[in-house]
């Protein structure tokens, strides 16, 4: 079975642009959460969502929002780029919401110039 | 505020011999525990998870302790072999949102 899923696997943009990040969950997931690794740092929360609506929001500015799709699939959308948005970003998905085993996906590595 | 701690950013073990890998949290509301081992350019992939209603879990090489008392966690791999190097990091979660802890480096020497 195919595991968590990202695209694109590497991203640059400038400053001011906009991004979009995609993940596919695990096969039976309903739940994708969202999370932001910088570099020596572990992995920052973001976003969680279960059945297509936000469950849990970490401490980001409203740059950043997400969705998820009927399919469980979801979209990270970040606005006006810093260059401390430069980040792995990583998704993992999980069965159910809330205290659940997350399984992630390889990342898409942001790079803000 | 960094409520998961791995004060120590680094590890290594001679092949063969326990790796203890140590985890701090200060949220008491946090119920349920899990490690992750990350190697370069991957996600974590799940290792071993443990709920606060237990103190111990096993899992073939490797076991997880709880002591909720104080508030701390460890890992031990036993025997440790070259294939388990990499950043490990436990996380920690109440509700919705799973904390990481910055990550240990483990170096298993052959």
């Known amino acids: 079975d195919a595991g968590v899923t990202q695209s694109p696997t590497h991203l640059i943009k400038t400053r001011g642009q906009h991004v979009t990040l995609r993940c596919s969950p695990i096969s039976g997931h309903k739940s994708v959460s969202w999370y932001q690794q910088v570099l020596g740092q572990g992995p920052q929360f973001i976003f969680q969502?279960?059945?297509?609506?936000?469950?849990g929001r970490g401490n980001f500015p409203d740059r950043f929002s997400a969705r998820q799709f009927p399919n469980y699939s979801s979209e990270l959308n970040v606005n006006a780029l810093l260059l401390g948005d430069s980040a792995l970003y990583l998704c993992a998905s999980g069965i159910g919401a809330g205290t659940d085993t997350q399984y992630f996906g390889p990342g898409t590595r942001l790079t803000v110039l | 505020d960094q409520q998961v701690k791995q004060n120590s950013p680094s590890l290594s073990v001679q092949e063969g011999r326990i790796s203890i890998l140590n985890c701090d949290y200060t949220n008491s509301m946090f119920d349920y525990f899990l490690w992750y081992k990350k190697y370069p350019a991957e996600g974590p992939t799940f290792l071993i998870s443990i709920s606060s209603i237990k103190d111990k879990n096993e899992d073939g090489r490797f076991t997880v302790f709880l002591n909720k008392s104080a508030k701390h966690l460890s890992l031990h791999i036993v025997p440790s072999q070259p294939g388990d190097s990499a950043v490990y990091f436990c996380a920690a979660s109440a509700g919705n949102q799973f904390y990481f802890g910055t990550g240990t480096s483990l170096t298993v020497i052959p």
């Open positions: 969502y279960y059945e297509k609506e936000e469950r």
